[in-house]
């Protein structure tokens, strides 16, 4: 870690404390040594910095402790540090871009995100366990995975963000030709259905078919870019443990488009970036 280039780093007062907490520690950077016994206690250390932007050790733990809010992470392993500071390097990077990009409209009502909290507190599997439609249920899952009300609010209003960005940015101008819902319907959905099942006429199926669609061009075209801001962009870790010979591109960011309504069909059908 070179201490030079962390003192340039734009960061809040706090970081600004705790860079010189790293310089009173002379030359072992996060640790500060109390006058009275000269021992050295561990106050932060940085682990990566994405556009001059710091990565913190400690929002490499919170990160894991949110991802408990993910839906897409449901029967998943526990997250790892290495693909929590992938999450973290990539939401720094819409982040900036967002602001880069001046996009105003991006930033999301108090309702959206209410509804959001209603949501998760009554359909996320982990939450309908621990009984979080109750307030009590609710602030024991809080208190049992590390989480204040403040943090999961944050964390739902980036969530929020990013998709009504990733609307505004990549969705509007697509267009499904017809001839592409029809393939889609003869080639994928119609082999799914056993001989002498009902199959649903293509009229009553398009609109989720041109969804399914939708979202997979939505898909690529967020990976696509997401990937060329990380070509672009000055991404150093600064942890050797961390360090990630092929980093994913979109680990942790919202699916492009809401989850749409369950259908008939299996689910295989609902393509990528559907979940």
């Not at 602001?99 to 108090?110: K, L, V």
Request: glycine share 6%; hydrophobic share 40%.
């Amino acid at each position: 870690m070179r201490y030079r280039q962390l003192i340039r780093l734009k960061k809040t007062p706090g970081f600004v404390c705790l860079v010189v907490c790293f310089a009173l520690a002379g030359s072992t950077p996060g640790l500060a040594r109390t006058p009275q016994s000269g021992a050295s206690v561990v106050l932060d250390r940085v682990v990566a910095v994405v556009n001059n932007h710091a990565i913190l050790n400690s929002d490499l733990d919170e990160e894991i402790r949110l991802s408990v809010l993910d839906p897409g992470r449901g029967g998943l392993a526990v997250l790892t540090r290495k693909t929590a500071l992938e999450q973290l390097i990539a939401r720094a990077l819409i982040q900036q871009q967002i602001r880069e990009e001046d996009m105003q409209a991006a930033d999301p009502s108090r309702a959206e995100v209410d509804a959001r909290l209603a949501e998760i507190r009554k359909q996320l599997p982990a939450c309908v366990r621990a009984n979080c439609a109750s307030d009590a249920g609710w602030n024991a899952f809080l208190t049992a995975h590390g989480l204040t009300p403040e943090r999961v609010e944050a964390y739902l209003r980036y969530r929020v963000e990013i998709l009504r960005f990733i609307e505004q940015r990549f969705r509007q101008d697509i267009r499904i030709p017809p001839k592409e819902i029809e393939t889609y319907y003869r080639e994928t959905l119609l082999p799914q259905y056993a001989a002498g099942e009902a199959v649903p006429p293509l009229d009553a199926v398009a609109p989720r078919i041109e969804e399914i669609l939708l979202q997979r061009q939505v898909s690529a075209l967020f990976d696509d870019w997401l990937t060329n801001l990380r070509k672009e962009g000055e991404i150093e870790v600064l942890d050797p443990t961390l360090a990630s010979p092929e980093a994913p591109t979109v680990q942790g960011v919202p699916a492009p488009a809401s989850s749409p309504k369950p259908m008939s069909w299996p689910q295989t059908v609902q393509g990528k970036g559907s979940q």
